[in-house]
């Protein structure tokens, strides 16, 4: 098996499986509990806090656990929307966010509040400049990814939190899912105030998350009940998942240095075939993450072209995995002034640490004669 759609989820590492099962098995107890195994289990869950803020450079006090993404985004930016709409009721963000944020935003909307939808270029990345511009007296709030989850396209947070750090009423909040591992970017003193990292997308599993709230950021809670994670997050917490969660991003940390230089030996790889390929457009642009290249194939249907590919035990995907089942064009390759024949035929490969040479080489043939096949039925 080739897997190369390590951006809709990972393959779960053993050791974090095993650390999920060993916490699910020693330390079941609730941590709320006044009993010596709710002591026992509470512990863990502070020192698993403590851990991933060691590891992402943060204060203990500054990690929320979260089942994910999804609910990483929605908390941040209904959380600070809902808590400071009397400061005002103006938000900005982009037109190329993952659905977890734009479905967001659209619900805030409905909501009453005033929301900008920033532009891209044709590399799918905002403008510094249009960004400072749109923000008035009247903006609480700036959400915008670090790595776009289908191009791949980085954009400069660090820019855009300096510019934050000069606006101390709104607030600035990074999707970080798909950087995370990939693209370094640093938290503290960043003028980020709060940040979405995702399990499942560091070999980590399913259900699992960070959502990093830098010390005094208030949250409207999306969930209310027993006041777990400082109230901001009620329910009994999944200490296993959140053991295993800290336990990937040891590794990844781990190998990040040289992850990172063998994806991108790999996207080059990847790029110098393509660009031989008749008929094959390279959407990502040059100075991307290195995890992800989306091409376009105008005239053939990329689920064809997947299933083709899967039959060879080779995966691949179109767009975000949240929306891959719908036949519409990418909002994203839209947004970059793609026409309809690019932007409904697009393929997302993505790569992961483990991916090998010899999986790129294979994968590249059997697409090369994937697509000769189509466009000999076509003919």
Do not use: W
């Not at 790029?271 to 194939?297: C, W, Y």
Request: aromatic letters at 4%; glycine letters at 8%; charged letters at 20%.
């Amino acid at each position: 098996m080739i897997y190369l759609d390590n951006s809709a989820t990972t393959k779960p590492n053993p050791a974090v499986l095993n650390s999920f099962q060993q916490v699910s098995e020693r330390f079941f107890a609730n941590p709320s509990s006044i009993h010596q195994l709710g002591g026992e289990a509470e512990k863990l869950l502070q020192r698993s806090k403590e851990q991933a803020a060691q590891l992402l450079q943060v204060e203990t006090d500054e990690i929320v656990f979260t089942a994910g993404g999804t609910e990483g985004n929605n908390l941040a930016i209904k959380g600070i929307a809902l808590e400071h709409q009397k400061r005002g009721s103006h938000i900005i963000t982009t037109q190329v966010e993952h659905p977890s944020v734009h479905e967001a935003f659209r619900g805030l909307e409905r909501l009453g509040f005033s929301v900008t939808y920033l532009p891209v270029n044709e590399n799918g990345v905002v403008a510094v400049e249009e960004l400072r511009e749109a923000i008035t007296d009247d903006t609480i709030l700036i959400s915008i990814m670090h790595v776009n989850n289908e191009l791949g396209s980085v954009q400069p947070v660090e820019a855009i939190g300096e510019i934050a750090k000069e606006h101390p009423k709104l607030f600035f909040h990074v999707d970080h899912v798909q950087g995370m591992g990939k693209v370094p970017m640093k938290l503290a003193d960043s003028g980020i105030d709060l940040c979405t990292i995702s399990g499942h997308k560091l070999h980590g599993l399913k259900g699992t998350g960070i959502l990093y709230v830098k010390k005094g950021t208030t949250l409207f809670p999306l969930f209310h009940g027993g006041g777990q994670e400082k109230s901001l997050r009620s329910g009994t917490e999944n200490l296993a998942g959140a053991v295993s969660l800290v336990k990937a991003l040891r590794l990844i940390k781990e190998r990040e240095i040289a992850g990172i230089r063998h994806m991108y030996h790999l996207q080059t790889i990847i790029r110098q075939k393509l660009r031989t390929m008749d008929g094959v457009f390279i959407n990502t642009p040059e100075q991307a993450a290195p995890h992800i290249i989306n091409i376009s194939v105008p005239g053939l249907k990329p689920e064809v072209l997947i299933h083709m590919l899967g039959e060879k035990e080779i995966y691949i995907s179109t767009k975000s995995a949240c929306s891959s089942k719908q036949t519409d064009e990418s909002k994203i390759l839209a947004a970059c002034g793609h026409g309809r024949d690019r932007s409904t035929s697009a393929l997302r490969i993505s790569l992961s640490y483990d991916s090998t040479e010899n999986d790129i080489h294979v994968f590249l043939q059997e697409l090369q004669e994937a697509i000769n096949r189509l466009k000999a039925v076509m003919e």
